[in-house]
C-alpha cells in the first residue's frame, strides 16, 4: 500500500515524487514515458538555473533526482482507478491512501485528409524527435505558438528552408522567439493561410493551402510539423467523475485538491498558476500537490 | 524608461527577469544583494533538475541566467517608490511602467537579552555563512523548521556537538530532515525549553534555560544560531498602500497582481502558491508575474 500514487511522468509528476518522499511518503510513479510536453523542446532558457539545457536533459536530471531521493517509479500506463472512498486501486493491482494526476495533454490534430496517412512519412508532431531527418530539406510548421516558433528555429538549423504556415497575422509566441525567426534567413512566414490537404506518394510531397502563396495554392514540402497546440488528458479524471473547466482542464484549489477527497492534480491538466503552462508551474504545482497529500494524510 | 522594475534578488526575482526580458519587456532588476533567503540553504534537494545544490550556486546560475537574458541588474536598495498612476519613480531615478516586488522576508530575532551584544561574538542567523567558524566547538540551534535542521545538520560536520533547542515536544522541519538528524550521533534535542539569556564575556559563552536540561538551566554554548522564521519586508508595501493578510503578506490574485495597478509581488512575501514557500513556488509566481505583467501592458 502506497501513500501516493503519481500517474504522470513529466516536471510536475517529478516534482511531486522529491517532495513527497521528502515528506516520507511512501510513493509511486506511474507513467507510460517519462517525461511530458518538455521532451519536445530542445532548447530550454527560462527554466531558472540552467542557462540552456534541452527537455530530455531536464527530465534526465529529475528522474535521477526521484530516484536518488528514493520514490519508486513503474513505467505502466495507468488504463483504470478503483476507489472506495479511502483506497485507491490502479490498474487492480496498485493500492494507495491518495492519487495525484499529472497527464498533460496530448498533441492536437488538424484532422485534414492525408494527415494521419503521412505520419512518419514527412507528418510530425515532435520537431525534436524528427528534426534531424529533414537535413537539407524543405518543410513546413504549422502554428503560431511557442512550440511553433521553437520547431521552427530547431529545424532551421537542419533543414535548408522553413516555412511557417498560421492561420493568424502574426506568431503569437514569445516576441523574441518570434523576432529570432525573422532574423533568421531559412525561414519564412506564411500568415492568414490554413493547410487543408497533405499530399504525396510513398512520402508526403506537398500541402493544399487555403490561400495562394507565390502564386499557388501547392506548396511542395519534404516535411509538415504540426503544432497546433494541444488537449488535456481527461480519461481518468472523467471515469473518476473529477470536475472540469469549460476547456476540460481540472479544476483545483489553491493547494491542488480536487473535488474528489485524496485526489490532487498537477501540472498542464489543471486550472493552476492561473493557467501559465510552463516547467516553472509544473514544478511548483507538484510541490504544492505534496505538501497537501501530505497535510491530509496527517489528519 | 524601463517596462518594469523587480525591487528583489531572489529566485523569485530572477525567474520575473528572466521571463520578461523574453516578452521583450525593458527591465531592471533592483536589488541590495543578489539572492534571498535561499542563500542560507547549504544543500538544496528538492529543486527539481538539481540533485543537489547549494542556494548559493543556484542563485550563481539564476544571475548568470538573467544577465544573459539581456535584463539590467543594479546592486542598490530602494529606498522609495513614487508614482502617477502611470509612471513609477524609484529612489528618485529609475522610472518603469510597472513594478514587481519580490522583497521576501527577514530574519526574525529572539529579543532577549545578550542576543544583540553577541551577534559576530557567538550569536549567528546564518548557519551557511558561519558554521565553519565553530569548528569541534559545542553549538546550539534555537527552532524547529526546515532552516532549523539544516543548520544543525550543516553545525554537526563542524562542531563536535549541537544542541537543538525547541519550544515545542518535536520538530515542524520535514520527516526526511527530523530523521537524519535523529540518527546523527552529534545532535541532542531539548524540547519544550526556550533561550532566556545570552550570557558570556568578550564572547558568548552560555545560554540560559526556561527548563532545566541535565539538572541545570545554564548550557554552556560556544554559539547560538538562531532559527526562529522570518518576517515579511514590507516597508515599500505600506508605503505604497498595497493590501496586506493577516500574516503581513502582500495579497496576490492568482495572476500575482497587488491590489494596485501594475504593482505585481511575487515569493516569500505573497500569499501565493497556497502560502507554501519554497523556491520551486518563488520561480513560479515570478514567471506568472512577468507574464501578468506583458499582458497587462500590452492593454
Chains 1, 2 share one sequence.
Do not use: W
Request: proline share 2%; with cysteine.
Amino acid at each position: 500500500m502506497y501513500d501516493l500514487i503519481i500517474i504522470g511522468g513529466g516536471p510536475a509528476a517529478m516534482s511531486a515524487a522529491i517532495y513527497a518522499v521528502r515528506y516520507r511518503l511512501k510513493t509511486l510513479v506511474l507513467a507510460s514515458v517519462l517525461g511530458g510536453a518538455i521532451l519536445e523542446a530542445h532548447d530550454v532558457q527560462n527554466y531558472p538555473g540552467f542557462k540552456n539545457i534541452s527537455g530530455m536533459d531536464i527530465m534526465k536530471n529529475m528522474e535521477e533526482q526521484v530516484r536518488f531521493q528514493g520514490a519508486e517509479i513503474k513505467l505502466e500506463q495507468a488504463e483504470n482507478i478503483m476507489h472506495d472512498g479511502n483506497v485507491f486501486r490502479i490498474n487492480s493491482k496498485h493500492e494507495s491512501k491518495a492519487v495525484l494526476l499529472a497527464v498533460g495533454t496530448k498533441r492536437r490534430k488538424l484532422n485534414i485528409p492525408g494527415e494521419v496517412e503521412y505520419i512518419g512519412k514527412g507528418v510530425s508532431y515532435c520537431a525534436t524527435c524528427d528534426a534531424a531527418f529533414f537535413r537539407d530539406k524543405v518543410v513546413g510548421v504549422v502554428g503560431g505558438s511557442n512550440s511553433a516558433a521553437m520547431a521552427a528555429q530547431l529545424l532551421s538549423e537542419h533543414s535548408k528552408k522553413v516555412y511557417v504556415i498560421y492561420r493568424k497575422s502574426h506568431m503569437r509566441a514569445e516576441p523574441a522567439r518570434v523576432e529570432s525567426l525573422e532574423n533568421n534567413p531559412k525561414v519564412d512566414f506564411i500568415y492568414n493561410t490554413n493547410v487543408m490537404e497533405v499530399k504525396g506518394s510513398k512520402f508526403m510531397e506537398k500541402v493544399i493551402l487555403d490561400n495562394e502563396h507565390d502564386g499557388s495554392r501547392e506548396l511542395a514540402l519534404d516535411g509538415l510539423f504540426i503544432e497546433v497546440g494541444s488537449v488535456p488528458s481527461i480519461t481518468l479524471a472523467k471515469l473518476l467523475g473529477i470536475e472540469l473547466d469549460e476547456n476540460k482542464l481540472i479544476k483545483v484549489d489553491p493547494g491542488q485538491r480536487t473535488n474528489i477527497k485524496r485526489i490532487y492534480a498537477a501540472g498542464d491538466i489543471t486550472t493552476g498558476s492561473n493557467k501559465f503552462r510552463q516547467v516553472v508551474t509544473a514544478v511548483s504545482e507538484g510541490a504544492i500537490a505534496a505538501h497537501s497529500v501530505y497535510t491530509d494524510l496527517k489528519e
